[in-house]
């Protein structure tokens, strides 16, 4: 099992940026892809960004390609997401996920934390 807390979302002007941060704790943080998630209101939730179990390879949502950055630290248990640029459309709970290498779902979620962008 993996616990996953996320921090860092808040109010901010469109054009502004936040950094989303995932703290790890339980199995190995290393052995999971990590991903990032949101949830607009009313809509389903939605990939946004993958890291893999290194950092070597993301992925990233069309929408958010060229705005928002996937990072981890496995030495600090932690993914971030840095989002720059951002735009109302944004506005949505976010959510980290964790993947266990052996696994093709994400098993793991945080709580969410809400990120909502002003005009």
């Known amino acids: 099992q993996v616990q996953l807390v996320e921090s860092g979302g808040g109010l901010v002007q469109a054009g502004g940026s936040l950094r989303l941060s995932c703290a790890a704790s339980?199995?190995?943080?290393?052995?999971?892809?990590m991903g990032w998630f949101r949830q607009a209101p009313g809509k389903e939730r939605v990939f946004v960004a993958t890291?893999?179990?290194?950092?070597?390879?993301?992925n990233y949502a069309d929408s958010v390609k060229g705005r928002f950055t996937v990072s981890r630290d496995n030495a600090k248990n932690t993914v971030y997401l840095q989002m720059n640029n951002l735009k109302p459309e944004d506005t949505a709970v976010y959510y980290c996920?964790?993947?266990?290498?052996?696994?093709?779902?994400?098993?793991?979620w945080g709580q969410g934390t809400q990120v909502t962008v002003s005009s």
């Open positions: 339980g199995q190995t943080f290393s052995d999971n892809n």
């Open positions: 996920a964790g993947r266990p290498y052996s696994s093709y779902e994400f098993r793991y």
């Open positions: 890291i893999s179990r290194s950092g070597a390879v993301t």
